[in-house]
């Protein structure tokens, strides 16, 4: 009758509910383990890296990179990498520069190099840039 119909369509609703939950649960979980198995692989590198999304702003940083700028990961995640760096276009011959300056905490300029790597999705499209940085030395 239209009593039981309606409790099945209830109970269907709140079980499918359920499993909707414990679905975005497992893929939370699942993405923690991912961010901190990439946090751990970072912070095992000699050298800083830093990882931004498609809008610049830092979503992971290697341990080398926050002691390089002197700051937390809470201070440095989620703030656009632009807020710590500048960066020279051309170099004395018109060519563009590679080199990236970076300001610490304490105001010192530190150059670098940097190597960029993006992440695509199926699409092609850029996820997650991630950029290392060498010391930069003129006489190389």
Same mark, same amino acid.
């Given at each position: *009758? ?8 209830? &109970? ?5 509910? #359920? ?20 946090? +751990? ?18 979503? *992971?940083? *290697?341990?080398? &990179?926050?002691?390089?700028? +002197?700051? *937390? $990961? ?13 960066? $020279?276009?051309?170099?004395?011959? +018109? ?10 905490? $304490? ?15 199926? $699409? ?7 950029? &290392?940085?060498?010391? #930069?030395?003129?006489?190389?």
């Amino acid at each position: *009758s239209k009593q039981n119909n309606v409790q099945v369509l209830v &109970a269907a609703a709140l079980h499918y509910d #359920y499993q909707l939950r414990y679905i975005e649960q497992s893929a939370e979980k699942q993405l923690k383990i991912e961010n901190n198995r990439r946090k +751990g692989l970072l912070d095992i590198l000699p050298y800083p890296v830093i990882t931004l999304n498609p809008r610049g702003t830092i979503v *992971s940083i *290697s341990r080398a &990179a926050r002691t390089l700028l +002197g700051r *937390s $990961d809470n201070y440095l995640l989620r703030k656009k990498i632009s807020d710590f760096y500048y960066t $020279d276009t051309e170099n004395e011959n +018109g060519k563009e520069n590679d080199l990236i300056r970076f300001i610490t905490k $304490d105001g010192q300029i530190l150059i670098f190099t940097k190597e960029t790597a993006r992440i695509l999705d199926e $699409d092609e499209n850029i996820v997650e840039v991630q950029m &290392a940085l060498k010391p #930069y030395n003129p006489t190389l």
